[in-house]
């Protein structure tokens, strides 16, 4: 589930925490505590610092958390949420990657470009996965594109991740187990930044691949830049 | 618009810049008896259950 992030103060998120606890949770870092509390399809999140502000009293509402609240908060298990349990959780960051488009060789009528990037440990969360919620891609120079060309975005298991390579019949190193294809024979855009929107949150267990499929038809290699929409 | 489903003779694939030494199997998840009209949050999660049950699998 995503949830409409809504940043308030202690006052205000403890009146969303629910009577039985199961609707918050929290994480604590040296100088504070960042708190979330699931409503509906809110999130509604509070920072609290450990340490006084100038202008700020914040003793009363970190007194408050740390007596009654903290060491309870057990959303995650209520919820069902531990498969993206770092969703209201999360911060966004966006990872880009440059790839080298290389143009059909004389003799062929296109080159299809195949870039594969491994979900690795500096992507996936605590709970072992990442969320893709979106991205962009950008060619910056249009005349280097050619009417045909063609772009798709999917996800692949290539490592036997999942565990279905002998279900299939498949072997590791050469064969490929393609997941989803989200963005499917998209005529390629250049000049212009182009979002990726894959419809949904798909959350990605590490040892995965995003493939990025370019079919080029054109003359010369180009670079493509892709970003990636990510919690941490 | 010529848009090829299938790679030609006459037609390279690179794979992150290289040539493969060999091409092997893609089997399109999603369109398998199993797993057909699922996203993908689901397909992972079946594919673990599938995992835990062992059997074998119907390739289209």
Same mark, same amino acid.
């Given at each position: 589930?995503?949830?409409?992030?809504?940043?308030?103060?202690?006052?205000?998120?403890? *009146?969303?925490?629910?009577?039985?606890?199961?609707?918050?949770?929290?994480?604590?870092?040296?100088?504070?505590?960042?708190?979330?509390?699931?409503?509906?399809? @809110?999130?509604?999140?509070?920072?609290?610092?450990?340490?006084?502000?100038? +202008?700020?009293?914040?003793? $009363?509402?970190?007194?408050?958390?740390?007596?009654?609240?903290?060491?309870?908060?057990?959303?995650?298990?209520?919820?069902?949420?531990?498969?993206?349990?770092?969703?209201?959780?999360?911060?966004?960051?966006?990872?880009?990657?440059?790839?080298?488009?290389?143009?059909?060789?004389?003799?062929?009528?296109?080159?299809?470009?195949?870039? /594969?990037?491994?979900?690795?440990?500096?992507?996936?969360?605590?709970?072992?996965?990442?969320?893709?919620?979106?991205?962009?891609?950008?060619?910056?120079? $249009?005349?280097?594109? #050619?009417?045909? #060309?063609?772009?798709?975005?999917?996800?692949?298991?290539? /490592?036997?991740?999942?565990?279905? @390579?002998?279900?299939?019949?498949?072997?590791?190193? *050469? #064969?490929?187990?393609?997941?989803?294809?989200?963005?499917?024979?998209?005529?390629?855009? +250049?000049? *212009?930044?182009?979002?990726?929107?894959?419809?949904?949150?798909?959350?990605?267990?590490?040892?995965?691949?995003?493939?990025?499929?370019?079919?080029?038809?054109?003359?010369?290699?180009?670079?493509?830049?892709?970003?990636?929409?990510?919690?941490? | 618009?010529?848009?090829?489903?299938? =790679?030609?003779?006459?037609?390279? &694939?690179?794979?992150?810049?290289? &040539?493969?030494?060999?091409?092997?199997?893609?089997?399109?998840?999603?369109?398998?008896?199993?797993?057909?009209?699922?996203? =993908?949050?689901?397909?992972?999660?079946?594919?673990?259950?599938?995992?835990?049950?062992?059997?074998?699998?119907?390739?289209?």
């Amino acid at each position: 589930m995503i949830y409409k992030d809504i940043y308030v103060p202690w006052s205000v998120v403890k *009146t969303k925490i629910s009577s039985t606890l199961d609707n918050f949770t929290y994480i604590e870092y040296p100088d504070k505590y960042e708190i979330y509390v699931a409503d509906k399809i @809110f999130c509604f999140i509070c920072v609290l610092p450990k340490t006084e502000l100038p +202008g700020a009293n914040v003793q $009363p509402d970190l007194e408050d958390f740390e007596q009654n609240y903290k060491g309870k908060g057990n959303l995650f298990e209520i919820y069902g949420m531990k498969d993206a349990s770092y969703s209201p959780l999360r911060e966004w960051q966006s990872v880009g990657v440059v790839y080298e488009v290389q143009p059909p060789e004389p003799g062929e009528t296109f080159k299809q470009n195949i870039f /594969d990037t491994r979900i690795s440990e500096d992507l996936v969360g605590r709970d072992g996965c990442v969320e893709i919620v979106g991205g962009q891609y950008y060619i910056k120079d $249009p005349s280097v594109i #050619d009417e045909r #060309d063609i772009v798709e975005f999917s996800v692949v298991d290539k /490592d036997n991740v999942l565990g279905l @390579f002998q279900y299939y019949g498949l072997t590791v190193g *050469t #064969d490929v187990l393609e997941l989803a294809k989200f963005v499917r024979t998209h005529s390629v855009i +250049g000049g *212009t930044l182009v979002k990726i929107e894959p419809g949904q949150t798909k959350i990605l267990p590490l040892g995965l691949y995003l493939r990025v499929s370019y079919i080029c038809y054109g003359t010369t290699s180009f670079k493509f830049k892709v970003d990636y929409f990510i919690p941490r | 618009m010529n848009k090829p489903d299938k =790679v030609e003779k006459t037609t390279q &694939i690179v794979i992150n810049g290289q &040539i493969p030494e060999k091409l092997g199997k893609k089997v399109k998840l999603y369109k398998t008896e199993e797993f057909k009209e699922l996203n =993908v949050n689901d397909i992972i999660a079946k594919a673990k259950e599938l995992q835990r049950q062992g059997g074998s699998g119907t390739v289209r």
